[in-house]
């Protein structure tokens, strides 16, 4: 869940429909402080592409949280990177199934997982374990060789 | 690798940059080109005195020829030791001992831009980092603050390198000009900013970069000295591990008690700025110095940097 930002000079709040409900409580604490912010909602994917030239007007102390499907969240986050925010300037939210790569420490394959602890590499056919050994570079967990 | 390793070089030749600062421009004794180094490095010299070897570490940079490496020396007043000798025990053609060149300043990778804040002689690293981002074509932007023109070591090479990226503020003259810490209000998202200079300017720039809500992840800088030890007081330490007690006196560091003690700790810059000569502390109150720890890592009180650091009362160390 999110946590409120204390001592930022401004908020940015980025949600698309999904996730907008759990951005309300944090609008409501930068109201109360003082703290100016800007809320953008987005229904379509094709009005995303608005959100590079926002992030990229930014000045250095601004903060964003953006809250959504896993999907979304991803392309948003990218789009935010490009543009300066860092992991340091932005927390995130996925509703619903957390989608995830994993690669494969036999093959290297990229399988996507949703809820499962194990897997079969869809490459390889070796069992894997999903741990939690992630790669900023690329944006993916380890699979491990299943100990059987 | 090369932390203890010493290279033998000698004084090329010494240009007057100021009225107190001076360059040095250093080859290697046996011809061969020096180290290279990345944006932010410094150089430990040892310097020979009656009374055994003082090491004073400077930041280097090379505005020369490839496989040189120059640092430049202001003369502080008072001088603890290393300026005086550099600027009136050193001449063209002396043989010295320096260190590897070493980086506990390096430049961000992740920036979208960088800009550096430099007051006085903490111009000094950021050429080198300047001379890196050049030849990687990454943006940057200078504001150097002295007190004139004639005072501004490096004046003119930076305004006829980077005539679009320097800002110079000088406090004496005409038309004086102060270097503000509200130019970090004007700066994009994704920027890193850098400090050097006189303790003071580095605590007014980085509790503003805290104060207008950066990241302690943008914000870096570089300490020449350790700070003020004005209002130090005595502390005991006892070693959990030999049981062993001793006393630091108020003049002197607990790295340079444990030392003198034979407890072998390894350091490097000595300001608080690098983490090599970190302890473990197993039980004491600790006034934390340094520039290393994260405050996590200070507030957990499990931990200290030997070299700036200091204890209340009596402190026991897992060592």
């Given at each position: 869940?999110?946590?409120?930002?204390?001592?930022?000079?401004?908020?940015?709040?980025?949600?698309?429909?999904?996730?907008?409900?759990?951005?309300?409580?944090?609008?409501?604490?930068?109201?109360?402080?003082?703290?100016?912010?800007?809320?953008?909602?987005?229904?379509?994917?094709?009005?995303?592409?608005?959100?590079?030239?926002?992030?990229?007007?930014?000045?250095?102390?601004?903060?964003?949280?953006?809250?959504?499907?896993?999907?979304?969240?991803?392309?948003?986050?990218?789009?935010?990177?490009?543009?300066?925010?860092?992991?340091?300037?932005?927390?995130?939210?996925?509703?619903?199934?957390?989608?995830?790569?994993?690669?494969?420490?036999?093959?290297?394959?990229?399988?996507?997982?949703?809820?499962?602890?194990?897997?079969?590499?869809?490459?390889?056919?070796?069992?894997?374990?999903?741990?939690?050994?992630?790669?900023?570079?690329?944006?993916?967990?380890?699979?491990?060789?299943?100990?059987? | 690798?090369?932390?203890?390793?010493?290279?033998?070089?000698?004084?090329?030749?010494?240009?007057?940059?100021?009225?107190?600062?001076?360059?040095?421009?250093?080859?290697?004794?046996?011809?061969?080109?020096?180290?290279?180094?990345?944006?932010?490095?410094?150089?430990?010299?040892?310097?020979?005195?009656?009374?055994?070897?003082?090491?004073?570490?400077?930041?280097?940079?090379?505005?020369?020829?490839?496989?040189?490496?120059?640092?430049?020396?202001?003369?502080?007043?008072?001088?603890?030791?290393?300026?005086?000798?550099?600027?009136?025990?050193?001449?063209?053609?002396?043989?010295?001992?320096?260190?590897?060149?070493k980086n506990h300043f390096p430049l961000s990778f992740q920036a979208k831009h960088h800009v550096f804040y430099a007051a006085g002689i903490g111009i000094t690293p950021f050429l080198s980092m300047m001379a890196e981002l050049t030849a990687?074509?990454?943006?940057?932007?200078?504001?150097?603050?002295?007190?004139?023109?004639?005072?501004?070591?490096?004046?003119?090479?930076?305004?006829?390198?980077?005539?679009?990226?320097?800002?110079?503020?000088?406090?004496?003259?005409?038309?004086?000009?102060?270097?503000?810490?509200?130019?970090?209000?004007?700066?994009?998202?994704?920027?890193?900013?850098?400090?050097?200079?006189?303790?003071?300017?580095?605590?007014?720039?980085?509790?503003?970069?805290?104060?207008?809500?950066?990241?302690?992840?943008?914000?870096?800088?570089?300490?020449?000295?350790?700070?003020?030890?004005?209002?130090?007081?005595?502390?005991?330490?006892?070693?959990?591990?030999?049981?062993?007690?001793?006393?630091?006196?108020?003049?002197?560091?607990?790295?340079?008690?444990?030392?003198?003690?034979?407890?072998?700790?390894?350091?490097?810059?000595?300001?608080?700025?690098?983490?090599?000569?970190?302890?473990?502390?197993?039980?004491?109150?600790?006034?934390?110095?340094?520039?290393?720890?994260?405050?996590?890592?200070?507030?957990?009180?499990?931990?200290?940097?030997?070299?700036?650091?200091?204890?209340?009362?009596?402190?026991?160390?897992?060592?």
């Amino acid at each position: 869940m999110f946590s409120y930002m204390e001592g930022k000079r401004k908020f940015l709040f980025c949600a698309d429909s999904e996730g907008v409900r759990y951005l309300h409580i944090l609008v409501r604490q930068a109201m109360d402080e003082n703290v100016p912010f800007d809320f953008h909602i987005l229904q379509e994917e094709r009005e995303e592409s608005f959100v590079n030239e926002w992030f990229s007007k930014q000045k250095m102390g601004t903060y964003l949280y953006i809250s959504g499907t896993s999907d979304f969240v991803k392309r948003i986050q990218v789009r935010a990177m490009n543009a300066g925010f860092s992991e340091h300037d932005m927390q995130t939210f996925i509703t619903g199934t957390i989608k995830k790569k994993l690669i494969c420490c036999t093959c290297h394959g990229e399988n996507e997982v949703l809820d499962s602890t194990h897997v079969v590499c869809v490459h390889c056919g070796q069992d894997l374990e999903v741990s939690d050994h992630y790669s900023r570079r690329l944006d993916a967990y380890l699979g491990y060789v299943t100990i059987k | 690798m090369h932390r203890n390793a010493a290279i033998e070089i000698r004084v090329k030749s010494i240009k007057k940059e100021s009225a107190t600062i001076k360059r040095f421009t250093l080859q290697a004794v046996n011809g061969a080109e020096l180290p290279p180094f990345s944006g932010g490095s410094h150089i430990t010299t040892y310097l020979p005195k009656s009374s055994g070897t003082m090491e004073r570490s400077y930041s280097v940079f090379n505005l020369s020829k490839p496989g040189f490496i120059e640092i430049a020396v202001r003369l502080a007043e008072p001088s603890t030791g290393g300026s005086e000798y550099w600027h009136h025990n050193v001449s063209e053609g002396d043989v010295l001992k320096v260190s590897y060149p070493k980086n506990h300043f390096p430049l961000s990778f992740q920036a979208k831009h960088h800009v550096f804040y430099a007051a006085g002689i903490g111009i000094t690293p950021f050429l080198s980092m300047m001379a890196e981002l050049t030849a990687k074509k990454q943006s940057f932007e200078l504001h150097y603050a002295a007190k004139s023109k004639e005072q501004c070591a490096f004046f003119d090479f930076l305004n006829q390198t980077y005539p679009r990226q320097c800002h110079f503020y000088f406090s004496e003259g005409e038309n004086p000009q102060r270097l503000s810490s509200n130019l970090l209000l004007d700066h994009r998202v994704g920027t890193h900013v850098y400090f050097c200079g006189p303790e003071k300017m580095i605590q007014e720039f980085s509790s503003a970069a805290k104060c207008y809500g950066y990241p302690a992840f943008n914000v870096h800088y570089e300490r020449f000295a350790p700070p003020s030890k004005k209002d130090s007081v005595p502390f005991g330490v006892t070693l959990k591990q030999s049981g062993k007690h001793l006393e630091v006196p108020a003049e002197s560091s607990l790295l340079d008690a444990l030392r003198l003690n034979g407890i072998d700790v390894p350091y490097s810059c000595r300001v608080g700025g690098c983490g090599t000569c970190e302890v473990k502390v197993a039980e004491g109150k600790i006034d934390h110095n340094d520039l290393f720890l994260t405050d996590e890592q200070r507030s957990s009180n499990q931990t200290m940097l030997s070299c700036v650091s200091r204890g209340r009362g009596n402190v026991v160390l897992d060592i």
